[in-house]
């Protein structure tokens, strides 16, 4: 496990992708909107991946401890008990302290929610001694939530996404930096073709809270170094999410690019990181209808005043692969009775 290179990966990991390529080009497209942004990034994925390591530790050592009571427990039994079967399996116990946690560090999965934290935190203070401790706390408890969800048995088939991110920072803006709902352009506005293309660029880019087209040209260029299938979901995605608020919301915060990340997102999740199974048409057509609700949940997300991040994203994300696993299990119901 190399630490280093996992704060690095996690970066990619915000687009749902583990290679180097997403993961520079994301570094660099954050460095358009501001050095501090990638340094804050860096930041707040170390200090995720440095407590998820703590946490997996401590959960080592409450093991080694149940190990070492069972034989305690074991060796006092009546004679005819098999102390085995009251015993933590060593070897299992072994693989995971030496390998589930760190390979996941070391993927980068441990540190994309601290990563769009920083970020989240330089965006609302500006760079800083308040950011700094918004990026270190903030990503700790994302750190500690990821690591929480699966004993308080959140569903396996619904990955966390950048949910912790959205929660945390969420109440965090609401607390240190009300949010403010900006309804016009952020941007000189243009043709509705010019607009629309170059907000579903800046889309890209408004992932990591930039809206810049260069930084979205970047950000584009790391999906298509992750794969083609990445590139044109990724495109796709932006595209149409922002198609669809130029028709449904707006010209300007369509231009801006503000309704462009959470469609890119979707399609990238339901593309291609868990893509279902079936028709031609419904593993295209899925996706993209999912990028287009992401502009309605958007939309009335900031209608109250709360800051979206990428929760038009997660919820979409989640209602979409919550369907799946309950029409799975349908499926293996219905086939069991026969």
Not at 258 to 274: C, D, N, R
Not at 308 to 322: I, K, N, Q, S
Request: proline share 6%.
């Amino acid at each position: 496990m190399n630490f280093l290179r996992g704060i690095i990966r996690a970066q990619g990991q915000i687009f749902l992708q583990a290679g180097w390529g997403p993961a520079v080009f994301a570094l660099a497209a954050m460095t358009v909107a501001s050095p501090w942004f990638a340094l804050a990034a860096l930041a707040g994925a170390a200090v995720q991946a440095g407590c998820a390591l703590a946490l997996a530790g401590w959960d080592d050592a409450r093991g080694l401890h149940r190990l070492r009571e069972g034989g305690n427990r074991a060796r006092r039994r009546p004679l005819g008990h098999d102390p085995e079967s009251s015993r933590v399996d060593a070897k299992a116990l072994a693989r995971n302290r030496s390998g589930v946690i760190p390979a996941e560090v070391d993927q980068g999965l441990h540190g994309f929610n601290g990563a769009l934290t920083g970020c989240a935190a330089v965006l609302a203070c500006g760079p800083g001694i308040p950011a700094a401790l918004w990026t270190l706390a903030g990503s700790a408890v994302c750190a500690v939530i990821v690591w929480g969800a699966p004993k308080l048995s959140w569903p396996a088939s619904l990955p966390l996404l950048t949910g912790p991110f959205c929660l945390v920072n969420s109440i965090a803006v609401a607390v240190a930096a009300p949010f403010e709902r900006t309804p016009g352009a952020v941007v000189p506005l243009g043709s509705p073709v010019h607009d629309v293309l170059a907000g579903a660029v800046r889309g890209a880019h408004q992932v990591i809270l930039g809206g810049s087209v260069l930084g979205g040209l970047l950000v584009l260029a790391g999906m298509f170094a992750a794969g083609w299938r990445a590139g044109v979901w990724a495109a796709a995605g932006t595209l149409v999410g922002t198609l669809a608020g130029f028709v449904g919301i707006g010209q300007g915060p369509a231009a801006s690019g503000l309704l462009g990340y959470g469609a890119l997102l979707v399609t990238v999740a339901l593309g291609v990181a868990f893509p279902a199974r079936g028709s031609l048409a419904s593993r295209i057509g899925v996706p993209l209808l999912a990028a287009a609700v992401t502009v309605l949940l958007w939309w009335a997300i900031t209608a109250v005043g709360v800051a979206p991040y990428t929760w038009p994203f997660v919820l979409v994300t989640w209602t979409v692969l919550a369907l799946r696993s309950r029409q799975r299990r349908a499926g293996e119901a219905r086939h069991d009775e026969r």
